[in-house]
């Protein structure tokens, strides 16, 4: 047991600290099955979070190529109705998103009230791929942790609850992951050379998402650490991590009109 998925705000975060194969003391079948009751009740609250329509929840997800942000979206979010859900992945900006802020493009996919909005890959691209192949100045990524925090502070008081979760691999379960993808044909096509530049540049990263996960780790949007070389283990807790937060969030079906009793439809 006893590895934490969040660290105290201000606290430094070194993810090398946290084990990528970390399991909870559970094996797959206990873990699957409590999976599977989280999905059953995140599809009820989401639902009234949908009837409530005053509020929202948006999750973040982040991690290395196969940490499994795709896999995540198709096993956990299965619960959730299409109507009040949408995901957004985020690629290279294109030649428009790029005349303009790194936010702007972000803040049009949040989800609206009553709505579930996935972020795959997310604002954090902008402080990570960004500051790795340096593609704006060192004082223009730093500027941004800053940025980001007073963004996710506007969202917050506005109704969104944000969920960010770093989906955390080992680099030896990653050269798994991408042989398994060289290995079986039906894979290739999530494989790509490039995959092999990135996987060279670990450290980096590494260091990358340190700092990110350190200096946005806040009171408001706090960051989780979830081990995800089992991926059993972290559909799990990402399941827990959004039923509690929707439990606590506890969204209200609105109050119906008056003397709705005494209708009879002819
Ligand atoms: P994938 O998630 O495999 O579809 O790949 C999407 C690619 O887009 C990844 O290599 C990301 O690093 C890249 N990407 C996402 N956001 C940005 C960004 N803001 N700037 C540069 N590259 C990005
Ligand atoms: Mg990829």
Redesign the pocket.
């Known amino acids: 047991m006893g590895q934490p998925l969040s660290v105290e705000p201000g606290k430094k975060i070194r993810l090398d600290e946290f084990d990528p194969a970390h399991t909870s003391g559970l094996d797959k079948a206990q873990a699957a099955a409590e999976t599977q009751q989280n999905v059953a009740v995140l599809d009820e609250l989401s639902y009234r979070l949908y009837a409530e329509n005053k509020r929202a929840l948006l999750l973040i997800l982040q991690g290395m190529?196969t940490a499994g942000?795709?896999g995540v979206i198709r096993k956990v979010m299965t619960g959730i109705d299409p109507v009040s859900c949408q995901v957004t992945?985020?690629?290279?900006?294109s030649v428009e998103?790029l005349d303009h802020d790194?936010l702007w493009r972000v803040h049009r996919a949040v989800p609206a009230r009553g709505d579930v909005g996935i972020f795959?890959?997310?604002?954090y691209?902008?402080v990570?791929?960004?500051r790795v192949?340096k593609?704006v100045r060192e004082g223009e990524w730093k500027s941004r942790y800053e940025r980001i925090n007073e963004f996710e502070k506007i969202l917050t008081e506005g109704g969104t609850t944000i969920v960010k979760c770093y989906l955390h691999i080992g680099k030896e379960e990653q050269r798994r992951r991408l042989q398994a993808r060289l290995d079986d044909r039906k894979k290739r096509w999530?494989f790509?050379k490039?995959?092999l530049a990135?996987r060279k540049l670990w450290d980096k990263y590494r260091e990358a998402y340190d700092d990110a996960l350190t200096k946005c780790n806040t009171e408001h949007a706090p960051w989780y650490v979830v081990p995800a070389d089992h991926k059993w283990h972290r559909d799990l807790i990402i399941s827990r991590i959004l039923r509690e937060t929707l439990e606590q969030m506890d969204p209200r079906y609105p109050d119906e009109e008056e003397g709705l009793d005494q209708i009879v439809v002819e």
């Open positions: 190529d942000k795709d992945s985020f690629k290279q900006p998103e790194f795959n890959r997310s604002h691209e902008d990570l791929v960004v192949h593609l999530k790509s490039n995959d990135e």
